[in-house]
């Protein structure tokens, strides 16, 4: 069955950095474009980044473009975020997330909390 789990996650200041980690299993992780999603309190679900099969395209949302960047090993069947110059309204749960054959499957989620 499809597994998604994150890692990573925690608390830090404004300004620094974190990486998250989603190990994939139960599927053939390198046919499929993979996504993180994010998700603050009050707030519905939004897309982070998404990268295509290959690596060779990734999207992302406005209000993290030139701080974030997604990436994948598809020899290790892990994708990836790195967060730079955090800021406090990034603060959320951050899920991966692939879709397969018109289902979403979905990670457990890893918080992510930017306070000083």
């Known amino acids: 069955q499809v597994q998604l789990v994150e890692s990573g996650g925690g608390l830090v200041q404004p300004g620094g950095s974190l990486r998250l980690s989603c190990a994939a299993s139960?599927?053939?992780?390198?046919?499929?474009?993979m996504s993180w999603y994010r998700q603050a309190p009050g707030k519905e679900r939004e897309l982070v980044a998404s990268?295509?099969?290959?690596?060779?395209?990734?999207n992302y949302a406005d209000s993290v473009k030139g701080r974030f960047t997604i990436s994948r090993d598809n020899s290790k069947n892990t994708v990836s975020l790195q967060m730079n110059g955090l800021k406090s309204e990034d603060t959320a749960v951050y899920y991966c997330?692939?879709?397969?054959?018109?289902?979403?499957?979905w990670g457990q989620g890893t918080q992510v909390t930017v306070s000083s």
């Open positions: 997330k692939v879709r397969r054959y018109g289902h979403d499957y």
């Open positions: 990268i295509t099969n290959s690596g060779g395209s990734t």
């Open positions: 139960g599927f053939s992780f390198s046919s499929y474009g």
